[in-house]
T-cell receptor, first 112, second 115 residues
Framework: DAKTTQPTSMDCAEGRAANLPCNHSTISGNEYVYWYRQIHSQGPQYIIHGLKNNETNEMASLIITEDRKSSTLILPHATLRDTAVYYCIVRGTLNYGQNFVFGPGTRLSVLP | GAVVSQHPSWVICKSGTSVKIECRSLDFQATTMFWYRQFPKQSLMLMATSNEGSKATYEQGVEKDKFLINHASLTLSTLTVTSAHPEDSSFYIC???????????FGPGTRLTVT
């Protein structure tokens, strides 16, 4: 079972920041938080991942709370092409034998 | 980043026939590959894990005789849907793990429609 909970859906205005929350209250110390997204009829696309520090790349920023029980993915300037299902996944460094377990994710709709 | 390809991107077959889907890691060697299935408006569900040179490990409820997986090389895994039925129509996605980082990369998916 997925170890994360996310809102089912969210809307965001084009050009505004999209903030997608994720709860992972049972995360353990060696588990990373990963974010993927899936645009309709495509495979999942890697966005970003982090352990405890905030991370930023060309796609997004990841803010992880100090207790690591939740995180927020930030798309700073959402475009229509960012409309997708966003998955928050936790995976440990000691269980590489495990694959990614996908929950239902958050369906983000970017509105013009 | 590493690239994973799938072929074909979509396929239509008649009920009772078999269809093969290929998954390739293009610029890295993948000792482990995963096959997922995704029905409309649902999330990805893991079907099986394949390790190069050994038998695949199937998830509970997935028929290993129906979904044949072969991982004969470090860059290629194949999924064969045997005696396909309309209920096998789905979006099939493969994923490959790159050592030594163990990061996992996903293919673009294959849409199978069984008529």
């Amino acid at each position: 079972d997925a170890k994360t909970t996310q809102p089912t859906s969210m809307d965001c205005a084009e050009g505004r920041a999209a903030n997608l929350p994720c709860n992972h209250s049972t995360i353990s110390g060696n588990e990373y938080v990963y974010w993927y997204r899936q645009i309709h009829s495509q495979g999942p696309q890697y966005i970003i991942h982090g352990l405890k520090n905030n991370e930023t790349n060309e796609m997004a920023s990841l803010i992880i709370t100090e207790d690591r029980k939740s995180s927020t993915l930030i798309l700073p300037h959402a475009t229509l092409r960012d409309t997708a299902v966003y998955y928050c996944i936790v995976r440990g460094t000691l269980n590489y034998g495990q694959n990614f377990v996908f929950g239902p994710g958050t369906r983000l709709s970017v509105l013009p | 980043g590493a690239v994973v390809s799938q072929h074909p991107s979509w396929v239509i077959c008649k009920s009772g026939t078999s269809v093969k889907i290929e998954c390739r890691s293009l610029d890295f060697q993948a000792t482990t590959m995963f096959w997922y299935r995704q029905f409309p408006k649902q999330s990805l569900m893991l079907m099986a894990t394949s390790n190069e040179g050994s038998k695949a490990t199937y998830e509970q409820g997935v028929e290993k005789d129906k979904f044949l997986i072969n991982h004969a090389s470090l860059t290629l895994s194949t999924l064969t849907v045997t005696s396909a039925h309309p209920e096998d129509s789905s979006f099939y996605i493969c994923s490959a793990r790159e050592p030594p980082t163990y990061e996992q990369y996903f293919g673009p998916g294959t849409r199978l429609t069984v008529t």
